[in-house]
């Protein structure tokens, strides 16, 4: 990209004509490299910062929610990129088991109406990997688009040889520690993707279903019932017992008794167990070994079978140890209409007692929304207990924090809480379970390799059918994406530990919480030592945006329309911590409109900027003498330090020189839309609408105090586009590269994070004080609707005697007033006097903060007895607003019978109009002479 000359600065902010050509430049220089021999870590002089990106899927699109999370990470690498690290965002995609099976299944179904069974493992898979191959990664392309500054030499895929030599080692590790084990249990189970799905993928939803209060009849005494309540009514044909407490004084006497099973009228046990809760409904529950997992688990306790009577279709039929307990009219029907022929079968026989209406969590898969099936099945599991040990203590003893720290209650929840991790799965697409099995001899191998032959009796092995779940490979992406399991690996220990992990409180148990027991039991380190958890993006109605729903945003159509910068701001400057983002759908202009607005501005404060600079070169501001610079010079240097300061805290403790952050919560700040406010009010209130208006007549006139005034608009716009361009990176880059004493190559994506310079001083409250009186008499003149173009006369007058001229702490005032009313007059449309005798009449009066008195005559530029009329009855009317307040708060019956928070409120309201009342009184006075 070449630098266009000063008048080839378009009129309008044009995205589309900078943004790509200048994200080519930024790749061809390797700004985005990550060089691991510069790392502390291995010998060696900068400080390493990493992300790990949350790979999308594969065959993924970019949708609102990638867009916020990888703004977020940007922001944060280009910071530490700028500031001196050796920064390292590593991006990737994930293979993503049940989403990619799900679509190839789908393209084969509809031009082939062929199922994957009909094409055969191996073709299938070989169909698969053909189709990421052409069609995966995209979402990485279009990453590029939104400025993401990705090291792109290393991207990874959960399903490359490196990263799949990972997922075996972890296999067998934890194999080999007896950590993972085949069992025979009740798991989630999706009749849609015929799969198994972990207690994390099968998502519970409220829903409003029925409650059917059924009697099982006592055998041998049919004339009394126990009354059984079931959401599920179909699954009664696979009741094994009913249970009571052995507490429950009700039932004692039944217990080690029968009651006959509804419908088919088989026998079956009562059983005392302390499952069944007094409490909840009738105190009886019917218990289903092989269809729900609590039953599983009291079934085991008193050595009951389990039949299975739904299949993995979710279809009614006699699957194992389950003869006779099917009726032929149920047989093959599917499990919703199984329930209702049930029903009607209870009613008909008197059996079915009462329906309630039932509030109830129904499971769902969280990939294709099919109700989840509790099934009895053969699967591999992960003991999380003792994984979970030391991931527990660590956010509890600080050395990993979540941001916002609410969710650390919530992890510390689930931790104390977890179950063991059901990771097989019952597709073809995704890593192959390492097991292989021995007919010849029983012999069951781990292995790290392919075996083909049985390591005990040398006889033919067959492999485990199943695959893993996807994220058993995303739980390893911190340390795989790195190299590991070699530990010799350069990145690996350049950049790991990583640093600060971004993503959605959505899966915090899917993928963090297991990223970090990873980490712990395969590293002994923690991965990361910053969770940050923002928003969800949602529409108006505060709904997630989703497919679905079709209420998502594009963001490549958000790019198209007003550039990625105003995408970036949009969604950085609402990044409050945890905070949902609310966006509509249906107008991006609106939805947009904050970013594309600040670009606008900021675009053209470089055109004003760069436009009246003129011609030859700039001084630095080192050369400058410290006498050579105006008040406005050194109050906008001192609040660029402030603003340098303010940001600081917002993104976090700057890294002490040469050394790590501190263990604790000061590492990252983490409060982007502070940074982006703190930046905004800086370049926009400070530099454009005081220190460029003021310095405008300096920089068309000659000689030292227009160089003074060149030298420190270029110092503190070449800072404010630093501070600015991690988030607006693209239109800062444009502007930066035509600022003066560039050198040729220089990007600013490169250049040096702003320090914090304090040789001229700190003299902000004199410059503040003239801002005060400009800004005062801006606010007289629209108050009193004098005409913009009229000049009108000024005085500004000292307190009286405290603080006067005389004394030591009114002297700066005066001088710098007095020294300065000329930019005054010039910024107000006025005539200014210093400490002057107010002419008698009409005049509106106002006080600074100094306490110096501000008059501005009216005779003559107002119709003065027009406007006492106006003011009087605005008067009037709010002291008759007063009076009925006060009368109000003085109505015992309203003060007793009013919640508290409306009284006060009340008297706040009380308050504020009684303030109003005492000014409004004072303007009157002094205009009319009332």
């Given at each position: ?21 200048i994200?080519?430049r ?21 400080e ?9 899927n ?15 990470q ?19 995609t ?71 030599r ?7 590790r934890?194999?080999e ?12 189970w ?78 079956i ?31 085991m ?10 299949d ?28 209702e ?43 999380m ?5 030391p ?8 050395t ?41 001899c ?67 148990f ?13 590293d ?7 969770v ?7 529409d ?35 990044m ?39 011609g ?49 919560s ?38 030292s ?10 110092h ?25 004493g560039?050198?040729?190559?220089e990007?600013?994506?490169a ?6 310079d ?21 606010r ?6 004098v ?12 307190p ?75 008067l ?36 504020e109009?009684s ?16």
């Amino acid at each position: 990209m070449t630098t266009p000359s000063l008048d080839s600065l378009s009129t309008q902010f044009d995205p589309v004509a900078i943004e790509r050509p200048i994200y080519e430049r930024w790749r061809a220089a390797g700004v985005f490299t990550a060089r691991a021999e510069r790392s502390r870590r291995v010998g060696g002089d900068r400080e390493p910062f990493t992300i790990v990106i949350p790979p999308p899927n594969v065959t993924a699109v970019l949708h609102m929610g990638h867009g916020l999370d990888n703004v977020a990470q940007d922001v944060l690498m280009r910071w530490r990129r700028m500031a001196g690290d050796e920064a390292l965002w590593v991006p990737g995609t994930d293979h993503a088991g049940i989403a990619t099976q799900n679509v190839v299944e789908k393209l084969i179904w509809n031009t082939e109406k062929k199922t994957r069974f009909d094409v055969g493992r191996a073709e299938f898979v070989k169909r698969t990997e053909t189709f990421v191959r052409e069609t995966g990664g995209e979402i990485l392309r279009q990453l590029e688009a939104i400025g993401s500054s990705c090291d792109w030499s290393r991207t990874a895929y959960t399903l490359s040889p490196e990263l799949s030599r990972a997922v075996r080692e972890a296999f067998v590790r934890l194999y080999e520690k007896g950590l993972v084990y085949r069992g025979h249990r009740v798991i989630h189970w999706c009749p849609r993707c015929l799969t198994s799905l972990s207690d994390e993928e099968a998502e519970p939803h409220e829903t409003t279903g029925k409650l059917y209060h059924i009697a099982y009849p006592l055998a041998g005494n049919p004339a009394r019932s126990l009354v059984v309540a079931t959401t599920r009514p179909e699954t009664m044909l696979g009741d094994v017992a009913v249970a009571v407490n052995p507490k429950d004084e009700r039932y004692r006497d039944v217990v080690g008794r029968r009651v006959l099973l509804p419908i088919v009228n088989i026998e079956i046990p009562i059983i005392a167990d302390d499952y069944a809760d007094p409490a909840f409904g009738t105190g009886v529950v019917k218990i289903t070994p092989a269809h729900d997992a609590n039953d599983f688990e009291v079934g085991m306790r008193h050595a009951l079978p389990t039949p299975v009577i739904i299949d993995e279709h979710a279809v009614v039929r006699e699957v194992s140890e389950a003869r006779g307990r099917v009726p032929d009219e149920l047989r093959g029907l599917d499990r919703f209409e199984a329930r209702e022929r049930v029903v009607e079968r209870l009613r008909a026989s008197g059996q079915l007692l009462k329906v309630d209406a039932h509030q109830h969590a129904v499971r769902r898969c969280y990939r294709c929304d099919t109700v989840v099936e509790p099934r009895l099945s053969d699967q591999w599991f992960v003991r999380m207990k003792p994984l979970a040990e030391p991931a527990l203590q660590a956010v509890r003893d600080g050395t990993i924090r979540i941001v916002p720290d609410r969710w650390e209650g919530v992890y510390v929840h689930w931790m104390e809480n977890i179950r063991d991790w059901n990771i097989s799965r019952q597709l073809w697409w995704g890593h192959r379970i390492p097991v292989w099995y021995c007919d010849a001899c029983g012999t069951q191998t781990a292995s790290r390799t392919d075996i083909d032959r049985c390591p005990t009796c040398a006889g033919a092995v067959r492999q485990d059918e199943d695959v893993l779940d996807t994220w058993f490979s995303s739980w390893l992406w911190p340390l795989s994406t790195l190299g590991w399991p070699d530990a010799n690996a350069q990145d690996y220990r350049a950049f790991y530990p990583t640093d600060v992990l971004v993503t959605g409180p959505d899966i915090l148990f899917f993928w963090v919480a297991r990223m970090i027991m990873a980490g712990y039991f395969f590293d002994g380190r923690h991965p990361f030592h910053t969770v940050f958890l923002h928003g969800i993006v949602r529409d108006t109605q505060h709904r997630k945006m989703s497919k679905s729903l079709a209420n998502g945003i594009d963001p490549l159509d958000v790019v198209n329309l007003y550039g990625a910068d105003a995408l970036r701001w949009t969604v950085v400057s609402g990044m409050g911590l945890g905070v949902d983002q609310i966006l509509d759908p249906t107008n991006l202009e609106q939805s947009f409109s904050p970013g594309r607005n600040f670009a606008t501005k900021l675009w053209n404060i470089g055109r004003f900027l760069l436009g009246n600079l003129g011609g030859g070169s700039v001084l630095p501001l080192a050369e400058l003498e410290a006498g050579s610079l105006t008040r406005a010079d050194r109050w906008i240097l001192s609040r660029l330090n402030d603003a340098i300061a303010s940001i600081e805290t917002a993104l976090g403790a700057p890294r002490p020189p040469g050394g790590a952050w501190p263990e604790g919560s000061a590492r990252l700040g983490m409060r982007l839309d502070a940074y982006a406010e703190v930046a905004r009010r800086f370049v926009w209130d400070e530099v454009a609408d005081w220190y460029v208006e003021v310095s405008k007549g300096r920089l068309g006139e000659s000689g030292s105090d227009r160089d003074t005034a060149r030298a420190v608009l270029v110092h503190v716009f070449d800072r404010a586009l630093r501070l600015l361009h991690p988030i607006v990176p693209f239109i800062t880059e444009a502007l930066w590269q035509r600022l003066p004493g560039r050198r040729e190559g220089e990007l600013l994506a490169a250049a040096e994070w702003p320090g914090r310079d304090e040789r001229f001083g700190v003299t902000e409250r004199e410059f503040e004080e003239v801002r005060a009186a400009v800004t005062t008499i801006r606010r007289l003149r629209a108050e009193y609707a004098v005409p913009p173009g009229t000049l009108v006369d000024v005085i500004l007058s000292p307190p009286g005697h405290t603080a006067g001229i005389g004394s030591a702490d009114g002297r700066w005032v005066e001088a710098a007033l007095r020294e300065e009313a000329s930019l005054i007059g010039r910024l107000t449309r006025s005539r200014v006097a210093i400490a002057g005798t107010a002419p008698a009449g009409a005049a509106a009066h106002a006080v600074l903060p100094s306490h110096w008195s501000v008059v501005v005559p009216l005779e003559g530029l107002i119709d003065v007895g027009r406007e006492c009329e106006r003011q009087r009855g605005e008067l009037a009317n709010l002291e008759k607003q007063l009076t009925s307040l006060g009368a109000r708060l003085e109505n015992a019956n309203f003060l007793s019978r009013a919640k508290p928070e409306v009284v006060e409120a009340e008297r706040a309201k009380h308050r504020e109009w009684s303030a109003r009342r005492l000014v409004l009184a004072e303007k009157v006075k002094a205009l009319c002479g009332d």
